[in-house]
């Protein structure tokens, strides 16, 4: 009996022991990291530049007195759409009438007489000098009739262009002279809007397009949307008709202007606006989400998977952000899986557990189910 209690005692404890290993056993094999991932790939790529810009009219006229005298009449109404020709401004003309009369009767009587000295000169009765001063002053008293006709239409002031008009700079009963500003008409169809580039932005651009890793629009045409300060969206595209080709070094910028239809007239001048200009193209990049990135005291990292769902970190070279996204320049070819959420927890050599299928590949791929249908395997 004493016997058997010890063979009993011996078996207890050998049990005892062997839970205990296989416990440390499990306990020796790591967990699996949660983690959800991304796939990136290599492809062509728009890369839009978003500037701010201020708008102004295709043609700004200041509109002046080119006569002096008394205005008369204001001919338009402040502020309203005014054609090109459109009379603006009434100036008192009487002098100016006389003014007229008195060179047409001095251009008649010089007529007269050169009409006079002519057969009498083919006849050898008057001198060559008679005859030159006779056609002299026929000719001198013709553009003294002639500007004399200017000055009196000049009395009615029109408008240079077809545009919007601005408050009258000098009312009706003031004296003006010769330049006196009378009011401006802003040419709003089309419409520009001056903006500048960012100089390391613009240099980065030429650099890319002479490796070969950015491709430009045709005849540098690049398209141009609109957008208010208030958020609302212009309807409508521009184009960018003019991009300088130097720094202004009081701003490290360049300046550019885009010209947009305006119509309707909704663009109004003086304002500012948000510009997006698009046309670039990224050839073959490799774009990774901001949140894959880890910074590190050497530099970026991504965590890749590979086949087994092991994680291994892998160094990166960026240079540009283009939206929520970061340009791979080395590390990256195209292809890898990254893990994106649960960064915190991973580490070198740890097994991945995908909580769900892979989000929208990194550059606007659809997503691979196949990593959860891998994580299940591994398990």
Not at 232 to 237: D, L
Request: glycine fraction near 8%.
């Amino acid at each position: 009996m004493r016997i058997l209690k010890v063979v009993m005692l011996i078996m207890v404890c050998m049990a005892l022991v062997g839970g205990c290993e296989k416990k440390e056993k499990q306990a020796s094999v790591p967990a699996a990291v949660p983690v959800t991932v991304v796939t990136v790939t290599a492809a062509d790529t728009p890369w839009p530049a978003e500037c701010l810009g201020r708008t102004a009219g295709s043609r700004a006229v200041e509109v002046r007195a080119r006569v002096n005298g008394v205005i008369e009449e204001r001919l338009y109404t402040e502020g309203g759409f005014v054609r090109e020709g459109q009379p603006l401004f009434r100036i008192e003309k009487a002098r100016y009438e006389a003014a007229v009369q008195q060179a047409q009767a001095a251009y008649n009587n010089a007529e007269r007489e050169w009409n006079r000295i002519r057969p009498l000169y083919a006849a050898k009765a008057v001198s060559q000098k008679s005859r030159d001063e006779a056609l002299a002053e026929r000719d001198s008293t013709e553009a003294s009739l002639r500007q004399a006709r200017i000055d009196l239409e000049h009395c009615e002031v029109t408008a240079p262009v077809s545009g919007y008009s601005g408050k009258e700079s000098m009312t009706a009963g003031n004296l003006v002279a010769v330049n006196d500003l009378l009011t401006s008409i802003n040419q709003v169809d089309p419409t520009f809007v001056d903006f500048a580039v960012a100089a390391p932005d613009r240099l980065q651009r030429i650099k890319f397009r002479l490796e070969g890793r950015l491709r430009t629009p045709d005849d540098m045409r690049y398209t141009v949307r609109l957008r208010l300060l208030s958020g609302v969206e212009h309807k409508g595209t521009g184009t960018v008709t003019f991009m300088d080709t130097r720094v202004l070094t009081d701003t490290a910028s360049v300046r550019a202007r885009a010209q947009f239809a305006n119509a309707d007239g909704a663009i109004m001048p003086g304002q500012y606006v948000q510009l997006t200009v698009e046309g670039d193209t990224l050839v073959n990049a490799v774009l990774v989400p901001r949140d894959c990135v880890l910074q590190t005291q050497k530099g970026p990292m991504v965590m890749v998977l590979d086949a087994d769902n092991k994680m291994r970190s892998v160094p990166i070279v960026t240079s540009v952000t283009i939206g929520d996204s970061l340009l791979v320049d080395k590390g990256l070819a195209g292809g890898e899986r990254l893990v994106r959420e649960g960064l915190a927890q991973a580490r070198e050599g740890a097994v991945a557990e995908i909580r769900r299928p892979e989000a929208d590949t990194a550059g606007g791929g659809k997503a691979d189910a196949a990593g959860q249908h891998d994580a299940k395997e591994g398990k």
